[in-house]
């Protein structure tokens, strides 16, 4: 009975299990933290698959595909943050290497 309710409640989105909490991420994956606040926060909710600005990030390598249609893989999710994608701002000035990886190292714990 309680499953069904849950089930309910979630309606037709996928449910997810929680992301990594803040307090068990790794020193590269809290400096990716750090850069997602600067550079993506004002349009992507990290904690939430509803839209701000873009699509919520929550999950979005646990899912199977991006809110575009594309396997949601390091390289299609790279490609939006070096070269932007429709509304979405090109970072590929802005973001070092390092800072990069480490960005990535957090999406991934969403
Ligand atoms: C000014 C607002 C804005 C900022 C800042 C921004 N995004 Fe986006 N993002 C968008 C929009 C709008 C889309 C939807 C693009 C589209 O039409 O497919 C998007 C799409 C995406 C997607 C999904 C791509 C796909 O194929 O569906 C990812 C992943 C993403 N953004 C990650 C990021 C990350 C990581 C950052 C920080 C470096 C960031 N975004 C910064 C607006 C933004």
Redesign the pocket.
Known sequence: MLCLCALALAGCRPSLTPSKPLSELTPRELRGHQ??QA??????YANSQD?????G?EG?FRKK??????P?NDH??E???LY??????S?GN??SQQQLDD??AY?HTL
Do not use: K, W
Request: with cysteine; glycine share 10%.
């Open positions: 850069v997602y550079e993506c926060a004002r349009c992507h839209g701000l600005r873009g699509p990030l979005v595909y991006l809110a575009s249609g594309l949601a299609n999710v490609q939006s943050i932007g994608r429709n509304m979405m701002p970072f802005d973001l960005l990535m999406l």
